[in-house]
Every structure is written in structure tokens, then in C-alpha cells.
């Protein structure tokens, strides 16, 4: 392109077995610009970025960095030529300081100077203006705190090229103000940055220009002020995508689930009600405390004070089984860690809540599970080949499906989705809403945590907002307003 | 090429033990008779039935190092009611089992409640286990027992051991259990992801004790057979027990972390262990050489275990 290109792919690919990941891709980056890569999941991002760390190797096409042309890159090249990635899963050490994990891979002699990794550290965060005590442990802090020692550690080795895979899915709107300041901070000093994610808003705030992929194929590059979301949502399905907000009719009077003065896990007091029928936005920073009452409610954790009450009747709660039998059901948002069994079939994982329903005297009904495994494999729309698939080899989306299809099983009158599209592409959230939906159509009570403000405000029927574990207010469809959500979300 | 790593995965273990099992017939030569592979099979009957326990422990991603003295105490136990106090047979084996139930129950309780790894939790009751034995049989050997008790160990049923038929039903106990029962999907739920289960409304703790306690049943069983075969009860009658049943486990495919392997890879795990001690014997080796094969198999059980999980990554 111009000759302030540093790092151009031409043709690159790179196949696994039964899929072709990048398929004769090219890509250009320009010094000082902040470039967006967007596709869906699938689409071939991040083994475009294995490409560039070196972890992988392509099987055609040449990288061309420095001048030189590489048939591959490896991790010492890469560094050599200053090309950091941050990756959505961080690489923290938890056990460790700040300071050290900042540090981890330069030399620091041979026993560790203390004095010597915090200066330098606090000198990296004085120069990003990022406000974190070097001498905290990372298990002290936030995942958002984390993310910006992440990026902290990457630019404190003269990075060049920073590459950003979907940094703002565990950050609130503050944080992710603070990662734009210190983005365009970067930009100033010459430093590239690719910058991967699925939220529109911000590939609009941030970048300079976009580039799309679908399928592992380049679709093309845009600049992002001649664009708009239509046209990149179009490129990136590959067809016109209208509102994906189905249109609902509302919920009933009838309350469902109510919580009085829920106490506990960080929460102070908390009073809210979900009708039947409804879907009630749960809305706040992270931090505020909406997991937190999320897996009281359910169970998981425990209540200090405070009453449930279902239909009327106070509940008592004190283990997740308790909830499924009394009809609540929780579609956790990490759905890899605590949401399926990924080494069990999908028709296992829908039916192991009331595995001991289906068994005589003890021994599983295997004829059973598969029927009602295909059962809502279809209801549900579970893309797979098969129903004993593994649930390890399912997309993100589909993986929801399975949580939730075990919820529906048990017959949950409540159902609480936490984050509940939170890694899932654009194709596949839409979806999503119209499950969402028709669960509402069908009676169920739904309590819908999420941190993105379009999807707040285009499903919920209610939207509570929670701060700092305290109730903040409540509003309702006919007064919804992005502006009124962000003022009761903010901390004081 | 796939498909060639695939049958490998699934069919390793019978591989290993053609390999051992043709090794050593060429290298023993009075190893490949019927009355010396009848012989491995009745002297590892035992072994085979405890490990189907400790597997259970061990799939749940649990661990348990007191099996050889809870076989040592309940062997105690049988000398005492059998030689000393002249209990009724059908009773003495009864009080046995139950004991064997007692002890894993006590092994779940802890590890349960202690919230400590189950490693360290059976490391203290193993110590707490051996010492009881030991007081309570004075470090002494138990003989003379009743001629109907040690049938069970010796006699036949036609031509087949009775141990032998043990073994059998308690292989098949076992695989039921473990594949065709909730209790068994549950415990490979719990290995696979504990808060995932929990979260999916399994009650994790009660099934994780149930399981430490069916694994005391069948250690139990196991001390029975080991008693009535050698007609002898003493607090170290299976010191080397532990270590098998732990190396069969991880030969057999269950991974450290929980989850995986299957009962009948176990239980041709032990039989390749077996194999090895006997087949070394006949070669004119030591014990003690024999300890450092096992030693170099559990490593490379344990390497290919890992093997196995980094692969399993980088598929993902």
C-alpha cells in the first residue's frame, strides 16, 4: 500500500484438518494506525494472530515485516521485531506481584531487586497513566485491572506492533475508556495495533481502519470513517442483517421470582421481581454485584440475609440443586468452566440434572437421553452432526444451547442468563435474542445480567441497575435512555 | 494417519499387553503355560478387585493412599473374628465389608471437609490406618482359619478359581456402576468439572463420599480374597498394593485431573503389572528390579497421560 506499511501478509494458509482456517489471506498494517480485523467467530482471526506470534506455522504464503520475507514466523522472531499479543484468556501469573509479572521475561539479575522491578514498572504505568499499585498481587485485582497490566507488560518491551484480541469483553464502559486513552496514547508513539472485537461501537471510536474476514478469506479493508455498522455487518455475514432485536409484546403482572433485602457475597439490600413473562435487564459495572446475586439466588454461593420468594411462597436456597427443583434455573456466562461437562456428549449434558428421573433403580435410560437430546437439539436449533457429540467441540453459542436446554428440562419457571451472548457472533446472537423471546412467550420469568447497553435495552422489558452491590434504580421500557442507564450504573 | 493415532488412543492398552505378554514368552520360557497365566490371574484377582474402587476415587479426581493398609486392617479385623473370636464366616465377611465402608467413608469425610487435596487427606488416614493394624494385631500373623473361609480364596468353582469369579463379578459391578448408573455418570461429571456439576445440580460432596465408600466396599472384598487365598491376615499383607492400583489407574487412562479412562483399561493395566512382576520373576530378577520397572512404567504412564492432554489442547 504506502510506504509506511510495516507488516504485510500475502496469501497466507493455513489449513487444520477438515477445515481450512485462512484461505490465501492477505493483510497490511500501517505504522501508527489503529486497524480493527473483524469476522465472525470462526471467521480465522485468531489463527491469522498464531500467525504473527509464531505459534503456528503457515502452509503457504509469505509474512513480510522489516523489510524481510518470512515463510513463518517463531515466537523469538516475532518478539525480535516487537510483536506483542494480548490474548482474551490473560497470561498472568496470579501468584506473583504486578511488578514482577510486568517484568516477567526481562532480566532483573540474578536475585530479585524488588526496588528495581517497581520503579520500572511505576514508570511504564506513569508514562500509560494506568493507577495500579505495582506491589498488589494479581489475584488482588480486577480482570479489568488485569487486562491493563497485560497491556502494560507488552508495551513496557518496545512493542511496535500490539495486537489486542477482544480486550474490552471483561471491561465496563470506565475501563474501556481508560484502554482507549491509553490506545490512542500508543498511537502517538508510532505503535501499531490490531485491535480484534465483536463490539461496532468501538471498532468507531477506536480505529482507523477495518478489515474483514469471513470464512479464513480477506473480504476487504475499509477506512472506518468512510463506513458505517450496516455495511460491515453486511461484509461480515455475507448478507443484510435487519434489527436483530425481535419485537416482544411485555410481560404479565404476575411476579415470578421476587428478592427482598438479599444480603450477601458483596450485595447490600437488594429488592427486585421478575414477572412472569418477562425479560428484566440486570445492568452495572463489573463488580457491581450481578454474578454475585446471580449465583445466591441460584444457590452457588450463600446468602447472608435476605428472602426468596417464588410465586408468592418463600423459598429456602442452599445448593443449586435446591434452585433447579424449585424451578430456577442459571445459564452461567463462563459456559467452558461452569456451564457444560465438555468431555460429555451434548445429549449427556442436557440430561444431567435429572439423570436419576430417567434411571431405574439407578441404571440410566440411554434410549431416553438420546430422544430428548435429539428433542431439543431441534427445539433449540443445536448445530451438530451428531447428539453424542462432545460438547468440547461445539461453538460458544451452541454450547449456551446445551446449559440451556438442561434448564428447560427440569422445567425452570425462572431463568437467569448471565451475559448470555458474550463471546457469540453476530449470526448467532440474533439467535440467542429469539430464544430469548420465546422462553418469555412461553411464561418463563427471565433475568438477563449483560454489560452490553444495545442488548439491555433491546430485549429487557425492565432494566435494574446495580452499583457497587447496591440497588441503583429501576427503569422501564417507556423511559429507557441510554443516558438515564449509564447515570445509575456509574459509581459515586 | 488420523485414523491410525485413533486406534492407538483406543486400543493401547491391549497393545501393551501383547507386547508384554509376547515379550516375556519369548524371554521366560515357562511363561506362557496355562498353569502360570491361571496363576497370575489368581494371585492379582484381588488386586484387580481393589483397584475398581480406587478407580472410582481416582475418575472423580480424587486420590487414595491408604488402600494397602485399609487391606492390612480389615485383614486384621477377619484374623481376629475368625481365629480369636471364632465368629460365624458368612458374619466375619459381613463386619469386614461394612468396616471397608467405614474406612472409605472416613477417607471421603475428610477429604470432603478438610477441603485438602484427597492425596494429603488419604496420606494422614494411611498413617492413622497402618498404626491401628499394627496395635491392634500386635504385629502379629493370623493362621488356622476356618476351611470354609479360605475357600473363598483357594477353592474352585468346576475348573475356575473362586477368586477368580470374584474378580469377574466385581469387574462387571464395576463397569455397571460406573457406565450404566447415574452414581457412575455423576463421578465422572465430578472428574470432568466439579462446578460445572455442582452448578448443573448434582449434590458433588454426598457423590464424592459415596464414592470413597464404594471403594471401601470393594478394598474390602479385595482383603477377603487376599486373606482366605494365603490363609494368613496380618496389618502389611498388601504393602505394594497402593502403588499398583494407583499406576493401573493412570496406565488405564484416567487422567490426575479426574475424568477419563475406563474400568476394563484398568483392569488390564493391572494385569500388565502383573505380567511384568511374574514375568521378571521367571527371568531369574529381583523384587527389587521389579520395582524399578514398574517405577519407569508409572513415568511413562504419567508422560502419556500428558501427552495426551496437550494434544487434546491443541485440537481445541
Known sequence: ????????????????????????????????????????????????????????????????????SYQGMTPKLSREYGIEVVYQELNLIDGLTVAENVCFGTEYGKIVNYKLLIEKTQKVFQDLQVNINPKKFVYQLSTAQQQLVEIAKAVSKEVRILVLDEPTAPLTLNEVAILFDLIRELKKRKVSIIYI??????????????????????????????????????????????????????????????LINVTGCGDKNISLHVNQGEIVGLAGLVGAGRTELARMVFGADKMESGVIKLEGKEVVINSPKQAIKNGIGLIPEDRKRQGCLLDFGIDWNIALTHLPEISNYMFV?????????????????????????LVRNLSGGNQQKVVLARTLITNSKVIIFDEPTRGIDVGARAEIYNLLKELAE??????????????????????????EGKLKGEISREEFSQVELLRMMSIE | MIS?????????????????????????????????????????????????????????????????????????????????????????????????????SLNGFFAVKLKVHPMVATMATMTIYQGIAYVASNSETYFDFPATFKFVGQGYIGIIPICVILMIVSVIIGYLLLNKTYFGRYIYALGGNEEAARLGGINTKAIRIIAFIVAGVFVAIASVVLTARTGSASAGIAVDAMFTCFTACVLGGISFSGGGGNVLNVVLSVLILGMLGNGMQLMGLSIYSQYVAKGILLVGAIAYDNYQKAAKIKEA
Request: net charge neutral; aromatic share 6%; proline share 3%.
Open chain 1, 197 to 258: 472485537s465483536h463490539r461496532m461501537d468501538e471498532i468507531f471510536e477506536i480505529t482507523d481502519r477495518v478489515t474483514i474476514m469471513r470464512d479464513g478469506q480477506y473480504i476487504t479493508t475499509l477506512k472506518t470513517e468512510e463506513t458505517n455498522k450496516q455495511e460491515l455487518i453486511k461484509y461480515m455475514v455475507g448478507r443484510e442483517l435487519k434489527d436483530i432485536y425481535p419485537t416482544r409484546s411485555g410481560g404479565t403482572k404476575k411476579p415470578m421470582l421476587e
Open chain 2, 4 to 104: 491410525v493415532r485413533r486406534i492407538l488412543e483406543k486400543y493401547y492398552i491391549l497393545i501393551v499387553l501383547l507386547a508384554v505378554l509376547i515379550f516375556f514368552s519369548i524371554a521366560a520360557p515357562r511363561f506362557f503355560t496355562l498353569l502360570n497365566l491361571t496363576n497370575i490371574l489368581v494371585q492379582n484377582s484381588y488386586l484387580i478387585i481393589a483397584t475398581i474402587g480406587i478407580a472410582m476415587i481416582m475418575i472423580s479426581s480424587g486420590a487414595d493412599l491408604s488402600v494397602s493398609y485399609q487391606i492390612g486392617l480389615v485383614s486384621v479385623i477377619l484374623g481376629k473374628l475368625l481365629t480369636i473370636w471364632h465368629v460365624p464366616v458368612p458374619v466375619s465377611i459381613l463386619i469386614a465389608l461394612v468396616v471397608g465402608g467405614l474406612l472409605g
Open chain 1, 442 to 467: 412461553d411464561g418463563k420469568a427471565i433475568l438477563m445480567i449483560s454489560s452490553d447497553m444495545e442488548e439491555l435495552l433491546g430485549m429487557s422489558d425492565r432494566i435494574y441497575a446495580l452499583s
Open chain 1, 1 to 68: 500500500m504506502s510506504d509506511n506499511t510495516i507488516l504485510s501478509l500475502k496469501n497466507v494458509t493455513k489449513r487444520y484438518p477438515g477445515v481450512v482456517a485462512l484461505d490465501k489471506l492477505s493483510f497490511e498494517l500501517c505504522e501508527g494506525e489503529v486497524h480493527a480485523i473483524i469476522g465472525e467467530n470462526g471467521a480465522g482471526k485468531s489463527t491469522l494472530i498464531k500467525c504473527l506470534s509464531g505459534a503456528i506455522t503457515p502452509e503457504e504464503g509469505t509474512i513480510e515485516i522489516g523489510g524481510k
Open chain 1, 365 to 389: 435410560d440411554a434410549k431416553k437421553i438420546k430422544e430428548q437430546g435429539k428433542e431439543y437439539i431441534d427445539k433449540l436449533r443445536i448445530k451438530t452432526p451428531y447428539i453424542d457429540q
